[in-house]
C-alpha cells in the first residue's frame, strides 16, 4: 500500500519528499551500524538498455544481418577479446576494463522474461520472478540488519523522484531524495527542522496508515538530519557532465565521501527504451555513463576509497535480437550487466550471445540475475543472500 507523504503539507517543501513515506513501516532507528564499511551502489539503466549495442558482438555475422543500420563496426568498436567489443562511445569504461576493474556480465536474465517495462522492473528491484517475496531485495536486507539491532538512518539512501521498490522493506523505511541540495535547503536552520517535525506528527493511531505516512517521513527527517550536517565536509573534485549520469555519480562522490556510515546508494537514470532513432540516443548515453562512472572512479581512488566501492549496473531487460523498421529496437530479454570497482574481478562472464538459439527473437539468458545480487550481498554487503533472495543461488566469483 503506498501512502502520501505529510510532510509537505503548508510548507514550500519539494514533491518528492512524500515518496519516502512508500515503505510499510518505519523503524529505522540512529546509532547502529552494520560489521563491513564496504559501500554497494546500484545503478539502474531504465528503459531497457540494449546489450547487443553495449558490448558488442563485433564477430558474429549474424549481429550485422539483424542490425542492418544499428550495428556497430568491427573497426569502430572498443575490443574486450576476439569476439566482444564496448560501444565506440565508452572509452573510460574500456580503460577502466583494461584496469581489471570492470565485470562484464553477459546473457543476465531470469525464468520466463517478461517484456514489460513495469513487471520487468519490478522483477529485477524484488529479485522475485515468481512474486513469491515481498518488498525489494535492498529493503529486505536491511530489514534483516534490523534484527540484529538498531541501523544507521543514513545507512541505506536512494537519490531518485519516485522511492524505487529495491528500498522498499517490511520493518525498514529507506530514505530516498530527488537531490541532495534538496537535503541541504529543506534542513538548513533548526526552525525549519522543528516545523517539519512538528507539521508530520506522531500521534495516530498505531498501524493506522497515517502513522505509516508520520513514522517514514521521521526516517527521513533523520537522515536528512545527519546529511545536513555531513555534506558540506567533501566537494567532488572530479569533472562531472550536466547529464543525468554526471549529475548522478557527482552526488553518489559526495555522499561516500562526507558520509561514512553510509552502505548502499541506489540511483536511476532514464532514456533507454530507443524504439527509434536509436544511433544518436543510445550513443550518447552511453557516453554519459561511461564518463560518469568514470570520474566516480577517479574520485574514490583520489579519496582513498577505491578498495571500498563497487557499482553494481543493470537494465530491466535487453532489446530484441533484430532492429525494427524505425531504425531502433524493441523489448527483449536477456543483456548485460556491469560489475566495477578496484576489487572487482575484472573480466567477461557468461560468454559471447548466442545469436542462433533466440527465444521468441530474444536472447536466452545463461546467468540469473540473482548469482549477480548473491555475489555482492554475500561477498561485498556482509549480508545473506539465502535470506533475502528466498533461496540459494551460488554467487558469482566477482569480488576479489
Known amino acids: 500500500m503506498k501512502h502520501g507523504g505529510m510532510i509537505a503539507v503548508g510548507l514550500a517543501a519539494p514533491r518528492w519528499l512524500s515518496t519516502i513515506a512508500e515503505a510499510d513501516v518505519a523503524r529505522v532507528a540512529q546509532g547502529g551500524k552494520i560489521s563491513a564499511d564496504t559501500v554497494l551502489v546500484v545503478c539502474q539503466l531504465s528503459g531497457g538498455n540494449d546489450g547487443l549495442n553495449t558490448v558488442v558482438p563485433y564477430a558474429d555475422s549474424l549481429y550485422y544481418k539483424a542490425r542492418p ?17 564496448f560501444h565506440p562511445n565508452m572509452k573510460g569504461v574500456h580503460g577502466l576494463y ?24 519490478d522483477i529485477w528491484q524484488s529479485a ?50 530527488a537531490s541532495l541540495a534538496d537535503v541541504q535547503n529543506m534542513l538548513g536552520d533548526k526552525d525549519s527542522e522543528r516545523m517539519l517535525r512538528e507539521i508530520q506528527g506522531t500521534d495516530a493511531m498505531m498501524d493506522s496508515p497515517t502513522r505509516v505516512v508520520q513514522q517514514a517521513n521521521k526516517s527521513a527527517l533523520d537522515a536528512m538530519s545527519v546529511l545536513s550536517k555531513q555534506l558540506s565536509t567533501f566537494t567532488p573534485k ?7 549520469f554526471g549529475k548522478g555519480f557527482k552526488q553518489i562522490s559526495q555522499l561516500i565521501g562526507a558520509s561514512p556510515a553510509t552502505r548502499v546508494v541506489y540511483f536511476s537514470a532514464g532514456g533507454f527504451d530507443t524504439h527509434a532513432r536509436q544511433i544518436d540516443a543510445h550513443g550518447k548515453l552511453m557516453e554519459n555513463f561511461s564518463n560518469a562512472v568514470t570520474a566516480f572512479q577517479s574520485e574514490m581512488e583520489a579519496i582513498g ?17 533484430n ?4 531504425q531502433g529496437t524493441d523489448h527483449g530479454a536477456a543483456s548485460s550487466m556491469f560489475v566495477i570497482g578496484s576489487k572487482v574481478k575484472g573480466g567477461v562472464y557468461g560468454g559471447s550471445p548466442n545469436l542462433t538459439d533466440l527465444q521468441d527473437g530474444d536472447l536466452k539468458y545463461k546467468i540469473d540475475f540473482r548469482e549477480v545480487y548473491a555475489a555482492a550481498l554475500d561477498n561485498w554487503m556482509g ?9 540459494k543461488f551460488a554467487p558469482l566469483g566477482l569480488i576479489k
Open 98 to 121: 583494461k584496469q581489471g576493474k570492470v565485470a562484464v556480465i553477459q546473457n543476465v536474465g531470469y525464468p520466463k522474461p517478461n517484456r514489460s517495462h513495469f513487471k520487468s522492473m
Open 305 to 321: 576509497k577505491a578498495d571500498k566501492v563497487i557499482v553494481l549496473v543493470f537494465s530491466e531487460f535487453g532489446r530484441r535480437v
Open 383 to 391: 549480508g545473506d543472500s539465502e535470506i533475502v533472495l528466498g533461496q
Open 128 to 177: 522475485s520472478p515468481d512474486d513469491k517475496l515481498k518488498h525489494g531485495w535492498l529493503g529486505r536486507h536491511v530489514d534483516n540488519k534490523l534484527k540484529a539491532g538498531a541501523v544507521n538512518p543514513v545507512m541505506t539512501l536512494g537519490l531518485s523522484t519516485e522511492k524505487p521498490l529495491a528500498l522498499a522493506g517490511e520493518k525498514a523505511s529507506i530514505p530516498c531524495f
Open 69 to 85: 543500420t544499428l550495428a556497430h563496426k568491427e573497426d569502430a568498436v572498443l575490443k574486450i577479446n576476439e569476439q566482444l567489443g
Open 323 to 326: 532492429e525494427n523498421a524505425s
Open 238 to 244: 572530479q569533472t562531472y557532465g550536466d547529464d543525468a
